[in-house]
T-cell receptor, first 114, second 116 residues
Framework: DAGVIQSPRHEVTEMGQEVTLRCKPI?????LFWYRQTMMRGLELLIY????????DSGMPEDRFSAKMPNASFSTLKIQPSEPRDSAVYFC????????????FGPGTRLTVL | AQTVTQSQPEMSVQEAETVTLSCTYD???????LFWYKQPPSRQMILVIR??????QNATENRFSVNFQKAAKSFSLKISDSQLGDAAMYFC?????????????FGEGTQLTVNP
């Protein structure tokens, strides 16, 4: 079975440009999470969805960040305009409802904003 | 708010030896889950082992085992017969059990080096 798929794997852009990160969760998973990993702040949750509905976006740093999940198999995280401090690795993870509470992570997107 | 602390930024072990990585957490909840994730240089987050708070028995997965001390809020990972492929960053993580979609709260990570 395919795991969580993220694209692109690497993104280099200039300050002020719009950046869109994409995620395809594991089929049948009804929860989707976006995390960001930086040296300064470690791994932190940005937002998560349940059945395509955003449940908790308290980790989204500011209005420049937005996330959507138009259907069960696709989500985007958009940064507009991007800034150098947004440089990080962005992970998407998914899981099913149930007792195991295990989240499965994608390979991540390394974003560099110049 | 829940917090997870890993007090060892770096650890090293000789191949075939045993190493223990420490993790403490703080929570007022009684129902929760704890995890150890491995992140090799490829940066892929790989689940190593899971522990349910309501289970008294320590979880084991092949060469990996945990020492879960609920009263002390301690959750250490023991790697036996260390292999070169075990070299990675290891993250301890916590999630509440009452809400299925609850976020994972991660520790700062421990960089493990395995010496041949």
């Amino acid at each position: 079975d395919a795991g969580v798929i993220q694209s692109p794997r690497h993104e280099v852009t200039e300050m002020g440009q719009e950046v869109t990160l994409r995620c395809k969760p594991i089929s049948g998973h009804d929860y989707l999470f976006w995390y960001r990993q930086t040296m300064m702040r470690g791994l932190e949750l940005l937002i998560y969805f349940n059945n395509n509905v955003p449940i908790d976006d308290s980790g989204m740093p500011e209005d420049r960040f937005s996330a959507k999940m138009p259907n069960a198999s696709f989500s985007t995280l958009k940064i507009q305009p991007s800034e150098p401090r947004d440089s990080a690795v962005y992970f998407c993870a998914s899981r099913t409802s149930g007792t195991k509470n295990e989240q499965f992570f994608g390979p991540g997107t390394r974003l560099t904003v110049l | 708010a829940q917090t997870v602390t890993q007090s060892q930024p770096e650890m090293s072990v000789q191949e075939a030896e045993t190493v223990t990585l420490s993790c403490t957490y703080d929570t007022s909840e009684s129902d929760y889950y704890l995890f150890w994730y491995k992140q090799p240089p490829s940066r892929q987050m790989i689940l190593v082992i899971r522990q349910e708070a309501y289970k008294q028995q320590n979880a084991t997965e092949n060469r990996f085992s945990v020492n879960f001390q609920k009263a002390a809020k301690s959750f250490s990972l023991k790697i036996s017969d260390s292999q070169l492929g075990d070299a990675a960053m290891y993250f301890c993580a916590y999630t509440q059990g009452w809400a299925s979609g609850s976020r994972l709260t991660f520790g700062e990570g421990t960089q493990l080096t395995v010496n041949p």
